[in-house]
């Protein structure tokens, strides 16, 4: 019966991402016309939807695997919620892309997502990095290569974010000098290669 209940509760879970994910995805293509300007990038980001699967995850609270499943999940139905507004208001985005993304880069956050309550101080350490390291390349994105046209203050808000839950991962949770250094390290590292990938894609 426990079995059966906890089965259940897994599966109400399940339907609430995927529900909440492409909902998120639709808002976020009027979002676009809605938010103040110096928050506006947010609708038009990888870390706006970086941030919604991470909380519907962090909420969810499944295992491993099955977050990464959901990691992906989440990102193609954000893509296609997008993609559904636009055609919704009788234009055409092509999903293709970032739904490829999505598959790919979707099981690492999922997975980074459930390693940060991880009782395994390495993987607590290695999900830190992950994120952020990709709140702190978007920052460093958005401020350097759009900074003409876009505001400063969101990417500003994603990079402190981002070293909010570095250093707050390091004061709970990561601790000894090597699991530090692959938290810091790591993040650095992951920052770098989010801004030489994102440009690769075009950017924003």
Do not use: C
């Not at 690492?108 to 101080?121: D, H, K, N, Q, Y």
């Not at 994603?158 to 692959?182: N, T």
């Not at 993040?187 to 440009?199: E, K």
């Amino acid at each position: 019966m426990k079995r059966a209940e906890r089965l259940s509760g897994t599966w109400t879970r399940v339907a609430v991402v995927i529900v909440v994910s492409f909902l998120s995805g639709m808002l976020t293509f009027f979002a676009q016309g809605l938010l103040p300007e110096a928050v506006n990038s947010f609708a038009n980001s990888a870390s706006g939807w970086t941030l919604v699967t991470v909380l519907v995850l962090a909420w969810a609270r499944v295992r491993t695997a099955f977050a990464a499943v959901l990691g992906a999940a989440s990102f193609v139905l954000l893509t296609l919620g997008y993609s559904a507004s636009a055609h919704m208001q009788g234009l055409f985005y092509d999903p293709t892309l970032f739904a490829a993304v999505g598959v790919l880069v979707g099981p690492f956050v999922g997975i980074a997502t459930s390693w940060l309550r991880a009782e395994s101080r390495w993987q607590a350490a290695a999900g830190t990095a992950l994120l952020s390291g990709i709140g702190l390349g978007e920052g460093a994105y958005g401020l350097t290569v759009v900074a003409d046209t876009t505001s400063p203050v969101y990417w500003t808000l994603v990079a402190v974010m981002a070293l909010g839950l570095l250093v707050a991962m390091l004061f709970r949770r990561i601790h000894g000098v090597l699991v530090v250094l692959l938290a810091v390290v790591g993040t650095g590292a992951i920052a770098g290669a989010f801004v030489v990938a994102y440009s690769a894609l075009g950017g924003v």
